[in-house]
């Protein structure tokens, strides 16, 4: 199928093709009336609001509208230019041009101002989750037995979903030790988590991505056994390692992480030389039974 996808290097929409399995339709509204862009820099789907308003209201004039939304609702209005990301879209003339879109998150914090039936499933869903997740505030069990009722529904083994709950834990001691290193801002927490990639896996998120056949997926949620163990000691030994040394700001957390990542990294390539074979697979959740290298392996 072809997809539109910005550009972040060349700073333009272009129509790609991509396999219809590459796609999950899950994360976008399946409507062909809306308006969508992959952006490829942020791994996300971006619609466009003025599309999305006109499904959802039936407005003969959207624009309006919007401006009505937004007069009425002061803080979606407060928030507007941080919710908008203009992207070049096919616009009715056949032409690319700047067009006002929002990512998922901000969509759907667009819909909670929209007063329309249309749109009720999605403010009602929004609720579901939110007390879904003020339960797991209050008993962090319940997320645990969500996580491990969904990766089960996905056909994920026992043994693989009991490690991947472990990552879990040790990724938040990480994150944690990150910020009390005053590490805050969310571009220094991906750029850490692609550098500590890097240094154990030799490959960069996006590049493991790739080889995987994987866009906004958790990268995790897609790796073996093998791979999330050395993930894990990778953020094990950063996490140690960061709370022996006290690393202050972006550059001392920078230099510890990848001393933590070069542990797991010398483990990898150690074991591969006496496998004499790679062990960074292409297998991904598509197929979670091949992510459980003790099956495979037999």
């Known amino acids: 199928m072809n997809i539109y996808v910005y550009n972040e290097l060349k700073k333009k929409t272009e129509l790609m093709f991509v396999e219809n399995d590459e796609i999950d339709e899950n994360e976008i509204f399946s409507d062909d009336s809306i308006r969508k862009v992959w952006h490829s820099g942020l791994e996300e789907w971006y619609l466009s609001i003025l599309d999305v308003v006109k499904v959802l209201t039936d407005s003969s004039d959207p624009k309006q509208y919007i401006k009505k939304m937004r007069a009425r609702d002061k803080e979606l209005d407060s928030k507007w230019g941080t919710i908008c990301t203009p992207l070049q879209m096919l616009a009715p003339d056949g032409k690319m041009r700047k067009t006002q879109t929002a990512n998922i998150e901000g969509i759907l914090r ?20 939110g007390a879904e997740r003020l ?7 319940k997320a645990m037995e969500r996580a491990v009722a969904t990766y089960k529904a996905k056909g994920y083994s026992d043994k693989w979903i009991s490690q991947r709950l472990r990552s879990i834990e040790i990724r938040k001691e990480l994150t944690d030790e990150w910020q009390n290193a005053g590490i805050n801002n969310p571009k220094d927490y991906a750029a850490l988590t692609n550098i500590l990639t890097m240094a154990w896996s030799g490959k960069s998120v996006q590049t493991y991505k790739e080889l995987k056949g994987l866009k906004k997926e958790n990268l995790r949620d897609n790796m073996t056994n093998t791979e999330l163990a050395l993930n894990l000691l990778a953020e094990v030994s950063t996490t140690e390692l960061s709370r022996m040394q006290r690393p202050s700001g972006y550059d001392e957390t920078k230099e510890v992480t990848i001393s933590g990542g070069e542990i797991a990294g010398n483990a990898r390539k150690e074991l591969e030389a006496k496998l004499g074979r790679t062990i960074i697979s292409s297998s991904n959740a598509t197929t979670p039974e091949l992510l459980d290298d003790a099956k495979n392996n037999k």
């Open 110 to 129: 667009i819909i909670q101002s929209i007063k329309s039936p249309k749109a009720e499933p999605f403010k009602a869903w929004l609720a579901k989750v």
């Open 135 to 141: 339960d797991e505030i209050a008993d962090p069990e």
